[in-house]
């Protein structure tokens, strides 16, 4: 057993170190600076960027494109100050605390990502109506707006991190390789909405069941395997950490390592309703996620098949000895978890474009719901969920927009010492 890990870690040692070497083919092109802007969910189109030296050196100038997005190479590796010309925005928009100006390093052989968050430009007050109150007014607007994006981005992370939860609710494995299985939805919604030719709705489907069946597939033919011949589980959970290697380099391979969109609902104009302001295939997306989570709860608790899996993952021999076919419920708690991920990938592909290091980012904010909600429970995975991509999008009121997403890691070190258990966390779990 100890030599078929080494020989499938080694393996798969070499599988990556050649992958790398085509990672690195994809990136030769040299250093330089790239980003996409965004007003409310849209790309914006021709806002001018201008890059320079330290030293005020001039070194070229982008303007975005039809997707918001902008890259100006540079001709060596340093610190370089990058500016947004204001008067190139849209007349409703403006770079979210006035600073026009971000100053980014770039490495060797990277292309360095700057971030402009563009927020809507504060209008001035009504006649009769006093600045403080309408000062007051736009913020609440704002905390609104920033309510409804927490939802948003709650909903996505909540939809990969049941399936996260519920596979170490029942096996016990902490599984770094999700991530990528929520890339994988993206990338395979993009592959058959704009190289097949399927509309974004059925190449959304197909990929949700095509991450089903590779969560199958994995089980079946893998972790299984890994189980049947005692592999424990923090050498499990190492191997995941080379299969999230494996998977996101092949996806770079094969997709390469650009930002795109789906060519549906790229452009799509936003809607107002109330102090909100969000296009239509957000409140949708929304809709579907709540009903997808709401009937995976109601399955867990309600179904054979979900009363299985909570017994399973209370007590597995004691389950085994009661007659439930545990391998078959594993199985299908995989199954369930690989399409749970895609489905997610599908919906953040919705809101951002499409790219390699997509689930990668979100693996952090996957485990941060994970843990708060309680390890293990199917619920508190949603519960911390929320709370996790509330406290994100609020945390912009305060801080930068860069650094959000070490708030939530605050939150979750919080938790953790109040409440080690998790939010919902307690000794009879749910999933």
């Known amino acids: 057993m100890r030599r078929a890990v080494i020989a499938f870690t080694a393996f798969l040692g070499g599988l990556i170190i050649l992958l790398s070497a085509g990672a690195a083919n994809a990136w030769a092109e040299g250093e330089g600076l790239r980003g996409t802007l965004t007003f409310q969910g849209q790309p914006v189109n021709g806002v001018k960027i201008t890059v320079t030296t330290e030293s005020g050196a001039p070194v070229g100038e982008a303007t975005s494109d039809a997707k918001g997005a902008w890259e100006v190479p540079v001709p060596a590796t340093g610190k370089y100050t990058v500016k947004l010309d204001a008067s190139t925005l849209p007349p409703n928009a403006a770079v979210r605390g006035g600073n026009l100006t971000r100053t980014p390093s770039v490495f060797e052989g990277n292309v360095s990502t700057v971030l402009f968050a563009l927020v809507a430009a504060d209008g001035a007050a009504q006649p009769g109506e006093e600045p403080e109150a309408s000062a007051e007014s736009r913020w609440w607007t704002r905390v609104a707006q920033l309510t409804f994006e927490g939802f948003n981005l709650g909903l996505i992370i909540a939809l990969a991190a049941m399936g996260l939860s519920l596979i170490f609710g029942t096996t016990g494995l902490t599984n770094f390789a999700h991530g990528e299985l929520v890339t994988l939805g993206a990338v395979f919604t993009f592959f058959f909405s704009s190289v097949v030719g399927l509309p974004v709705i059925l190449a959304g489907v197909v990929a949700v069941v095509m991450g089903g069946a590779f969560g199958y597939l994995q089980d079946r033919y893998f972790w299984g395997v890994l189980r049947g011949r005692g592999t424990g589980l923090i050498g499990m959970m190492i191997i995941s950490i080379g299969v999230a290697l494996f998977l996101r380099y092949a996806i770079l391979f094969f997709f390469g390592p650009q930002s795109l969109p789906y060519n549906e609902y790229a452009g799509q104009p936003g809607i107002d309703v109330g102090p909100i302001t969000a296009a239509p295939?957000?409140?949708?997306?929304?809709?579907?996620?709540?009903?997808?989570?709401?009937?995976?709860?109601?399955?867990?608790?309600?179904?054979?098949?979900?009363?299985?899996?909570?017994?399973?993952?209370?007590?597995?021999?004691?389950?085994?000895?009661?007659?439930?076919?545990?391998?078959?419920?594993?199985?299908?708690?995989?199954?369930?978890?690989?399409?749970?991920?895609?489905?997610?990938?599908?919906?953040?592909?919705?809101?951002?474009?499409?790219?390699?290091?997509?689930?990668?980012?979100?693996?952090?904010?996957?485990?941060?719901?994970?843990?708060?909600?309680?390890?293990?429970?199917?619920?508190?995975?949603?519960?911390?969920?929320?709370?996790?991509?509330?406290?994100?999008?609020?945390?912009?009121?305060?801080?930068?927009?860069?650094?959000?997403?070490?708030?939530?890691?605050?939150?979750?070190?919080?938790?953790?010492?109040?409440?080690?258990?998790?939010?919902?966390?307690?000794?009879?779990?749910?999933?």
């Open 281 to 431: 295939k957000n409140f949708i997306a929304m809709g579907i996620e709540l009903t997808v989570l709401i009937v995976a709860g109601l399955a867990l608790l309600k179904t054979r098949t979900g009363k299985a899996a909570r017994a399973v993952a209370d007590n597995p021999a004691l389950a085994a000895s009661s007659g439930i076919n545990v391998d078959r419920v594993i199985r299908i708690i995989w199954t369930a978890g690989g399409a749970v991920a895609a489905l997610a990938g599908v919906m953040l592909g919705l809101s951002q474009n499409v790219q390699y290091q997509m689930g990668q980012d979100m693996l952090l904010l996957i485990f941060a719901g994970v843990t708060l909600g309680g390890l293990g429970t199917a619920f508190g995975a949603l519960v911390g969920a929320l709370v996790v991509g509330l406290f994100i999008q609020l945390s912009t009121l305060w801080v930068p927009p860069e650094l959000k997403s070490l708030g939530a890691l605050a939150v979750l070190i919080i938790v953790l010492l109040l409440r080690p258990q998790g939010i919902l966390g307690r000794r009879e779990r749910i999933g």
